[in-house]
């Protein structure tokens, strides 16, 4: 952490950059915030743990907005959203100074809570388990049974667009990214019904999902205008968060980098990942491969085509 | 429940491109190749010009089945545009299937102008298809049906 | 002060709702949220907090204010039903329930909301102290005891036993009804409980956050403080904070077209949005910064001066565990401490 | 809020026989908008066009619906109608309630109900209509023909001589297509080549008409009045300029085993070739698949034996780009491959051959010089048998389903030619049915019945078995008679169906003109438009577009030739305003819909912008109306909906959608 401070100090004091995007310290141990630094006693807030799990892409389309140049910290996966962003002209790789930083996979208080854990005060890790002091006793919990999702199922650890590397990286992809998916594909559809309805009726449509994911960066979302006569800002009934989460999906399908944040900010707990997960792995059963934000030149599989693609029903029998 | 199956009318929106597949409905209907009324047609100059805020708007306001017309792919009036409607229904309807709607309320569908015969013998199995199907309970907006 | 086994509380909640509508904290996909009780719903009352408020229950998301019914060229307009039937609203929080009378102030105040008016006339609100509060808590700042939590009835719950004590009228009546049902319960027992609890409470970290600077008349002090500045850098403009808030009460109306008639319905709105009472010349206020203040001075500063010093937080933290950005109210009042402002 | 005038149709009978007009008129008159509805006779008529202008007029109408048939019929109609009663003609929508209701259902409630629920579609949809504005389009003079058959070659020269330069682009090496194959005409039996050749030859002289042979299109982009096409010009291995077409090298050339497709492949030609004595240009090509020199690069006996030194071993394919207003496509016919026929024995028998052979056998310069002979072994047959409908009428999957219209004829021709000139020879003709609807056509079947006695046998043959004799049994039946025949023939000629030329399905694409099942490209409207192909400036010549003999085809080649006149006449024209627009205030300026437009029309410009006071530098989509063809592609992989398309846009299809499921 204080090697991406000293940077930060060093290229701010030198001139070449404005302000760092970076994390800065919460009121507890587990809740820092996405923050900009414009100076050295700023940063003595600054934070890099366990718990910086925001991908700081999407306050990159603000930074391209303002004067200079933004330091700005990526995790691999974040930097892959960059690319996306830079491919959609949303960024500004001429006013990006990248720090990649290194990644062990992130923690998930949502999960920490869920193993009964009640008044924290204190959280430490201590290599592959987290000592945690609570107003109840003290706990220890497994790692690796906190990691967020998207950790598990981590693209690698390689960052795909960055000035330079600082930090060490351990692999934490442990599951198949698919799984989930299959297991639902593989119900009756009166079990999938059941399943999206029951996770979907949570929905209180806060719009966190859509406002933290770097794809849905629109100026102004269909759903907040009148194009579509389809502005809402309430879950009426069960179809309008299935039109929600469906249209989401789709508008961000071919671009959404799996970053899963939408999960991870849902205070719901609703998987939403598996939307987005769905048509990644559709893309990658009918139009071969495809990773969104790789690079950012490759055009979409949603903009393109062959001419012997399959047809929607075979598409949607392929079982 | 029999009685009810009976009543059963269902409503279908059939988006058809301009160049072919409207021009397909027309044939059908200059040599009275009849399908069910329950089919109604809105004309669009192509069938990627089909959002899929259309399929399931069709659907939040009571639509039992929607189907999509356009021209052979390779065939596109405007070169490419079924190419674009056929990625963007298959991953739609196959997010459909995913949520648990039944197989089967959507159907792509390539008609020329010259298919005539084609438009009106889909129509008949799409209507049927969504007969046996029954109403769509799991897409729409509850406001919208009385 | 009565009491009830814990074992029997599946008798309480079926008698309860054989007479009318029951609403309380079920677990459902994995979260715990106010709802419709049910022999099937799996009841959790050990969760501190449902992710949302209770407030739904007298302030629903989303109601019909009228329908415009179309036939021909006639409209006729019908109007949305107010709540006619009794319900009890179980397992309330000292907090939610101080969220209620925020509410109550801003709903029953003139004009009255009738809508708000019949749900709060048909409800009872049976209230359930706490005893395990989390680092999140921060309601003993705006003077709520989390052990004697109110309402028309209030409770609290032990390993073995429910302990229920009537504090109203209604309170009164509806535990005569059910009266069968219980015992005579322990009031020491009950002070025991309360104490471990507010010790608890003394030792949480914002045990000590100060509220000096906010509330009446704090307006020109805090409006243009440049504190505000970059608050909200990170602030995403969700409406997280808003919707799971047990006292924010702005709404919008919006209408619904069905093809033969249209509802026109309120639902909660969020300041935290970019078209919050977005005009035709737009919008007043015009960054992020300006909502986010908008948010933070209506429940610290606006509603106290409104309301002879009610502020419209109750430091049930919610918001300090779901916001994405993990912003919140606690940062603010922190912030502005720090700068000394 | 608009006011919309609905204007019901009855079209005589055609849709008040199964639809309750006068209720349409009742429920339309409830809808949101419409402050007048009244239905009439034929709406299309002067008298209906004039209601709709009075109606504008008393009622001060800003749009309109007409509830009749198809818009492809009569859209412009009431578009042109709307105009001259001062309204926008983009304030209209057609309810299409014959061709998508009166006409296909029976019951008059059904019809009524559902001709309701179309008129109000078109209603919801005007209420969200805004006036557009056509923009201009200036058009290139020149046009392309794909083929040089005698379509093509009429077409050309109708083009020309109106004044207006035109390629053709013809795949073989010579221009003159089937019909330089064929031997006589029907039913004048005047010499094809004695009629085709000045045609030829006028086309090749003709200052206005250029002439690409051994010439494929290979790329087609742009539009009507502007399509610009890529030309592949295969290499001739001979200089066009240098060659005085002596033919020495053909003789020369030392490889003759290659079957000669002018011939049918009933005789060989040299690698250098020319296809045929008339063939235009008279400029050999080298068949490079079976040329020595191209195969081991040893040989060059051409190259040594020409005096003009015009072999050229090394010439490359060449692409010419060039500019048209207007396409005609004429890419003519073949006959359909009989591998799936095993019972004609047409495969097995060298004396069973299509009637297309025996024009190249009946001709003086074909494989037999004219002499009717067995190709197995040269002796003079005294039994043909002629079998119709082979491939044709046939709903098995192996044939075609349509009729080949011109082997009624031909037959009769054969027969009677061969009847003429060798008396002795017996002529069978196995027919299903004799259609002869033409200008003394008839009359031609009857000479060959009554003065030439032809022996015509209403039924099928079930088969044709090669004896070890080398005569052939064929056992047909006689459907009139009710009996079973077994005939010995000596020959037996196939009537086989035709088919579009294979080529024509690539190019069907590229122009992207639409094509039915059978490979037949489809007119704009099959009474109205026969000529037109359904995209904008491409024209159709012959039998591209169905089964036609000689008169008819050089008919169609000259209405092609005035369609493309008639546009190539005009200076500019009027684009399409249905064209896509950015909503600057919600566009993301992101590229996502530059990457789908097929037509290139989508830039993006860096500009202020002005969001209700909020002034930002942004990028933002712009498009190029006069490019933009209005597909919608673009607007729906836009996000956020800033990219709408005019005319169909986003609220309007919804509101469709709205209406019909109410």
């Known amino acids: ?319 | 429940m029999s009685i009810e199956n009976k009543e059963f009318k269902p409503k279908i929106v059939a988006f058809c491109c301009n160049w072919c597949s409207y021009a397909g409905a027309d044939l059908a209907g200059s040599s009275r190749l009849a399908y069910p009324a329950d089919v109604k047609i809105i004309r669009v100059p192509c069938s990627c010009r089909v959002n899929p805020m259309f399929v399931l708007r069709a659907f939040e306001k009571g639509a039992d089945g929607v189907i999509l017309c356009g021209c052979h792919p390779g065939d596109c009036h405007y070169t490419t545009g079924n190419y674009y409607t056929r990625r963007r229904m298959s991953l739609l309807f196959s997010m459909l299937d995913f949520i648990g709607v039944e197989n089967g309320r959507t159907r792509v569908e390539w008609v020329s102008a010259a298919e005539g015969v084609k438009f009106s013998t889909t129509m008949n199995d799409f209507a049927k298809k969504i007969h046996s199907l029954g109403e769509n309970v799991r897409l729409g907006d509850i406001r919208c049906k009385n | ?341 | ?662």
């Open chain 3, 1 to 341: 002060m009565y009491k009830i086994a814990r074992d029997k509380l599946p008798a309480l909640f079926q008698l309860l709702a054989s007479e009318q509508e029951l609403i309380l904290p079920i677990n459902s996909g994995n979260q715990v949220n106010f709802g419709l009780w049910s022999e099937e719903a799996e009841v959790s009352l050990d969760a501190l907090n449902s992710v949302k408020s209770p407030k739904d229950a007298f302030f629903p998301q989303g109601e019909d204010l009228y329908t415009v019914k179309k036939d021909g060229k006639k409209l006729s307009i019908e109007l949305g039903s107010l709540k006619e039937q009794d319900f009890v609203i179980f397992g309330m929080r000292a907090c939610d329930y101080r969220g209620v009378e925020v509410l109550d102030k801003v709903f029953l105040s003139d004009p009255v909301d009738n809508y708000y008016k019949a749900r709060r006339e048909h409800g009872t609100i049976i209230t359930m102290a706490c005893s395990e509060p989390e680092e999140t808590c921060f309601c003993k700042v705006f003077d709520i005891d989390c052990t004697t939590p109110g309402g028309d009835i209030q409770t609290w719950l032990d390993k073995d036993a429910l302990y229920w004590q009537p504090v109203s009228e209604k309170g009164v009546a509806l535990t005569a009804k059910i009266s069968e049902l219980f015992t005579d319960g322990d009031e020491e027992k009950v002070e025991a409980m309360k104490k471990a609890t507010q010790e608890i409470v003394e030792k949480l970290p914002y045990a000590d956050l100060s509220l000096k600077g906010w509330g009446a008349g704090m307006t020109d002090e805090k409006f243009d403080s440049p504190v505000w500045e970059n608050l909200a850098d990170s602030c995403l403009a969700c409406g997280t904070c808003t919707f799971i808030c047990p006292t924010c009460q702005c709404y919008d109306i919006k209408d619904y077209n069905t093809g033969s008639n249209v509802h026109r319905y309120r639902c909660w709105d969020s300041c935290m949005y970019s078209d919050f009472t977005m005009m035709a010349h737009g919008n007043n206020r015009t960054t992020q910064m300006q909502r986010f203040r908008q948010r933070f001075m209506h429940k610290l500063v606006y509603f106290p001066t409104n309301n002879e010093g009610m502020y419209s937080c109750v430091g049930c933290g919610r918001c300090v565990g779901k916001c994405p950005s993990s912003l919140n109210i606690v940062k603010v009042i922190k912030k502005f401490e720090e700068k000394g402002e």
């Open chain 1, 1 to 319: 952490m204080q090697e991406l401070i000293n940077k930060s100090k060093e290229l701010l004091a030198s001139g070449s950059i404005n302000r760092v995007l970076g994390w800065k310290a919460g009121d507890l141990s587990y809740n820092p915030e996405p923050a900009f630094f414009t100076s050295e006693e700023e940063l003595a807030d600054f934070i890099y743990d366990d718990f910086c799990a925001a991908n700081l892409s999407k306050f990159m389309i603000e930074a391209a907005k303002k004067e200079g140049k933004t330091l700005v910290f990526l995790k691999p996966c974040d930097t892959y959203s960059f690319n996306q962003l830079l491919k959609e002209h949303r960024v500004d790789r001429e006013k990006a100074y990248i720090v990649g930083v290194g990644c062990s996979g992130k923690l998930s208080t949502t999960k920490i809570k869920e193993q009964g854990v009640k008044g924290i005060t204190k959280i430490t890790t201590n290599g592959d388990t987290l000592e945690i002091a609570t107003l109840y006793g003290d706990k220890s919990l497994n790692r690796s049974d906190v990691l967020l999702e998207r950790c598990h199922v981590c693209k690698g650890k390689e960052h795909r667009i960055y000035d330079e590397l600082i930090g060490e990286s351990k692999e934490t992809s442990d599951r198949d990214k698919f799984k989930e998916v299959e297991m639902l594909e593989k119900m009756s559809p009166e079990e999938k019904f059941a399943f999206f309805q029951q996770e979907l009726s949570k929905c209180i449509r806060c719009n966190a999902c859509r406002n933290v994911c770097p794809a849905c960066s629109c100026r102004k979302c269909v759903f907040d205008s009148d194009k579509f006569d389809s502005a809402q800002k309430l879950n009426a009934n069960s179809f309008e968060e299935k039109m929600f989460h469906i249209i989401r999906a789709f508008h961000v399908a071919g671009r959404c980098t799996d970053c899963g944040e939408c999960s991870r900010v849902c205070p719901e707990g609703i998987p939403l990942h598996l939307f987005n997960r769905k048509f990644i792995k559709d893309i990658d059963e009918l139009y071969g491969e495809f990773r969104a934000g790789e690079d950012a030149e490759t055009v979409g599989p949603l903009t393109s085509f062959t001419f012997d693609d399959a047809e929607p029903q075979e598409a949607v029998e392929r079982g």
């Open chain 4, 1 to 662: 809020m608009q006011r919309i005038g609905v204007f019901v149709c009855h079209c005589g009978s055609n849709i008040a026989a199964t639809v309750d007009v006068e209720k349409v008129v009742e429920y339309a008159k409830l809808e949101p908008g419409v402050v007048h509805a009244e239905d009439y006779q034929y709406m299309c008529s002067e008298a209906g066009q004039m209601k709709i202008a009075e109606a504008v007029k008393d009622k001060n109408l800003t749009g309109i619906v007409v509830c009749s048939c198809s818009p492809r019929m009569h859209e412009t109609t009431f578009r042109n109608a709307a105009k001259r009663a001062g309204i926008n003609p983009y304030m209209v929508e057609i309810a299409n309630i014959r061709e998508h209701c009166s006409w296909i259902h029976k019951d008059i409630e059904e019809g009524t109900e559902k001709a309701v629920i179309l008129a109000r579609a078109a209603i919801a949809k005007v209420n969200l209509n805004a006036p557009l504005e056509p923009g201009e389009s200036r058009v290139t003079k020149r046009a392309l023909v794909i083929g040089g058959g005698i379509a093509g070659i009429q077409t050309a020269l109708d083009i020309a001589d109106a004044g207006y330069e035109v390629d053709i682009v013809e795949k073989t090496p010579s221009i003159g297509g089937r019909m330089s194959q064929l031997d006589k005409t029907f039913p004048t039996l005047d010499c094809s080549a004695c009629i085709l050749t000045p045609k030829m030859v006028e086309a090749a002289a003709h200052e206005k008409v250029n002439i690409y042979t051994y010439s494929e299109v290979d790329k087609v982009s742009g539009f009507v009045g502007d399509f610009t096409v890529d030309i592949k010009k295969k290499a001739r291995s001979v200089d066009m300029d240098k060659c005085t077409g002596c033919g020495v090298c053909s003789e020369k050339c030392p490889m003759k085993k290659t079957p000669s497709e002018f011939n049918r492949g009933l005789e060989n030609r040299s690698a250098i070739y020319t296809p045929f004595a008339q063939a235009i240009p008279n400029v050999p090509v080298i068949d490079r698949e079976n040329c020595i020199m191209f195969k081991t690069g040893k040989c060059g006996v051409c190259s040594k034996v020409c005096q003009a030194g015009a072999i050229d071993y090394e010439q490359q394919d060449e692409i010419i780009t060039e500019n048209y207003g207007a396409i005609v496509v004429a890419t003519g016919f073949d006959t359909i491959k009989l591998d799936d026929f095993d019972e004609y024995a047409y495969n097995q028998s060298k004396d069973v051959i299509t009637s297309l052979e025996l024009e190249r056998v009946m001709n003086a310069a074909g494989p037999t010089k004219g002499h009717l002979e067995r190709l197995s072994d040269g002796k003079a047959p005294k039994e043909i048998v002629f079998i119709q409908c082979v491939g044709s009428r046939d709903v098995t999957c192996r044939g075609k389903e349509y009729c080949s219209k011109i082997c009624c004829m031909y037959t009769a021709k054969h027969a009677m030619l061969i009847r003429d000139k060798y008396p002795d020879v017996n002529v069978t003709v196995f027919y299903i049915d004799v259609r002869t609807p033409g200008k003394n056509f008839d009359e031609f079947y009857r000479r060959a019945v009554e003065e030439y006695q032809v022996n015509y046998i209403k039924g099928q043959v079930g088969k044709v078995m090669p004896q070890a004799d080398g005569k052939l049994l064929v056992q047909g039946v006689d459907l009139l008679d009710n009996r079973q025949i077994l005939k010995e023939a000596d020959m037996v000629v196939l009537a086989t169906a035709i088919e579009p030329e294979a080529g024509v399905r690539k190019i069907a694409t590229m122009l992207t003109a639409s094509i039915d099942t059978n490979d037949f490209l489809t007119e704009a409207h099959p009474k109205l438009r026969p000529v037109e192909s359904p995209t904008a400036g491409v024209f159709l010549s012959g039998v591209c577009q169905g089964p036609k003999d000689i008169p008819e085809t050089v008919a169609q080649a000259g209405a092609a030739a005035v369609k493309a006149i008639g546009l190539l006449a005009k200076d500019k024209l009027m684009t399409n305003p249905c064209t896509a627009k950015a909503d600057e205030l919600l566009c993301n300026g992101c590229s996502t819909c530059a990457n789908v437009c097929p037509y290139g029309a989508i830039t993006y410009e860096e500009k202020e912008i002005n969001d209700h006071g909020i002034r930002e530098n942004r990028r933002v989509a712009a498009v190029n109306t006069a490019l933009c063809q209005g597909c919608g592609a673009c607007t729906v992989t836009c996000p956020s909906g800033a990219m709408d398309l005019q005319g169909f846009s986003n609220r309007q299809i919804l509101a469709e959608v709205d209406a019909i499921c109410r």
